[in-house]
């Protein structure tokens, strides 16, 4: 196929040799599958600021380390050049994310290198070899999704001692690889300790796996893993190998003003994935 121009320079510099064929496109970015010395593997072109749907950068990016005084004064002020300095932290979000969860042990893609604002990294495949398909395109057994689920919390558990919350967790950002679920699509990753809205948005990416999965094994809908893991860790007692059980007693005597209005509205969202997952299972 023809090369697009966000790869060229990949190819000049020697990094891959050719790209195959093209996998994906999103609203963040276009993914190809190429030709690294004899290994196959994906590259991910980042899409430019004005090119990009996305919104709420603002809400993903508080409590995002950047790396000199110099940038951080410019994001702040949203001068040309911090504009231009916030493109590549986010941009770089990813990267730093899937080397620390690597090191971490989280399942997600390899990565080989960033270079020229390029992801070179693992091509997920199926038990067959082929690219791996996203978890809302398989279906599964009751067993299947109650494995995956555990699987998944366990994931998330980790992503969660080693400090980051996914942010945007869901069927969609999850392959089915010959080893199990990979999760993947970290761009809007967000610091569980420096953002005000970590909770809110591991909430989300707990239950929108669980509405999933509660489609197959409906049982799993009653359970809150989310809120066991945040309790747990806002405490300092969670750890990559703590047993979770699901149950959270919730406490009706805390009253935090500030906070009740995201309360309620965390409330209802719970409610209507849950009831959107029933509602699946009961159709299956």
Request: hydrophobic share 40%; proline share 4%; charged share 30%.
């Amino acid at each position: 196929m023809k090369t697009p121009p966000g790869l060229q320079a990949l190819i000049d510099d020697g990094v891959i040799d050719r790209v195959l064929r093209p996998l994906k496109s999103g609203k963040e970015a276009s993914v190809y599958v190429v030709d690294a010395g004899g290994e196959v593997r994906c590259a991910k072109v980042y899409k430019d600021m004005a090119q990009r749907s996305f919104q709420q950068r603002t809400l993903y990016q508080e409590g995002r380390k950047v790396r000199g005084s110099r940038e951080a004064r410019a994001m702040g002020k949203a001068t040309r050049y911090g504009r231009k300095q916030q493109e590549v932290a986010w941009k770089n979000a990813e990267v730093d994310a899937l080397y620390q969860l690597r090191d971490a042990g989280v399942r997600v893609p390899e990565p080989f290198g960033y270079v020229h604002g390029v992801l070179v990294m693992e091509l997920v495949a199926d038990a067959s070899g082929h690219s791996a398909p996203r978890l809302g395109e398989v279906d599964l057994t009751p067993e299947q999704a109650r494995d995956f689920h555990r699987f998944l919390v366990r994931e998330v558990v980790k992503m969660l001692c080693a400090g980051l919350i996914h942010g945007d967790l869901s069927e969609y950002n999850v392959l089915v690889g010959g080893e199990g679920p990979v999760i993947i699509d970290f761009p809007q990753v967000v610091s569980a300790a420096g953002n005000n809205a970590s909770r809110r948005l591991l909430l989300r990416d707990v239950n929108a796996l669980t509405a999933r999965l509660g489609r197959y094994a409906p049982e799993l809908l009653d359970t809150w893993y989310g809120e066991e893991m945040w309790a747990l860790y806002e405490a300092g007692a969670l750890r990559p190998d703590t047993e979770l059980t699901g149950l959270f007693a919730h406490d009706a005597s805390r009253v935090d003003v500030d906070s009740v209005r995201h309360a309620i509205e965390d409330a209802r969202q719970e409610a209507i994935i849950r009831q959107q997952g029933r509602e699946a299972a009961a159709a299956e």
